[in-house]
């Protein structure tokens, strides 16, 4: 089964930055609207990012989801260590039956190989920060429109 709590909680970051930039006003429940899925889960995956510092809710008039800290001192790995926890990538089979010299040493092997990748993708995510993210997908978003405004020109 595929784990959508990193790439969601990502969005939810992403999203509460921008709004944070533009001045919008972001809550739970326009986050479960944006991202197509219910508000619990949206809520459920806010525990750890709440906890972390990484998003503060304000209640009342004017209240709302905002970054608890600058989008530069957030790295993507920070978020996926705090919204998967102790959860690994690669876990091997523990049912093994030993009956050769591979399925005897399979486990210890695939444990250095799962920890080579797990350090590598971590490495990787601890080099993009919130704002770098939200720097590239304005830039993204940038590129679109001017592929819409050419599309749109193109068919008058």
């Not at 972390?52 to 989008?71: D, F, Q």
């Amino acid at each position: 089964m595929i784990d959508l709590r990193f790439s969601t909680a990502l969005q939810m970051v992403l999203s509460v930055a921008l709004a944070d930039k533009d001045g919008f006003r972001c809550t739970s429940r326009t986050l479960a609207e944006g991202l197509g899925t219910n508000a619990s889960f949206v809520r459920k995956l806010l525990i750890p990012l709440t906890r972390e510092g990484m998003i503060v809710a304000a209640i009342g008039k004017g209240g709302g989801l905002h970054l608890g800290r600058a989008g530069e001192q957030i790295t993507l790995r920070d978020l996926y260590l705090a919204v998967m926890e102790d959860k690994r990538i690669l876990v091997a089979r523990e049912d093994i039956p030993v009956r050769c010299r591979i399925s005897a040493n399979i486990n210890e092997f695939f444990a250095e190989v799962a920890t080579d990748a797990e350090t590598a993708m971590l490495n990787a995510l601890g080099r993009r920060t919130i704002a770098d993210s939200l720097a590239e997908l304005l830039r993204l978003d940038g590129i679109r429109m001017k592929r819409l405004t050419i599309t749109a020109n193109a068919a008058e």
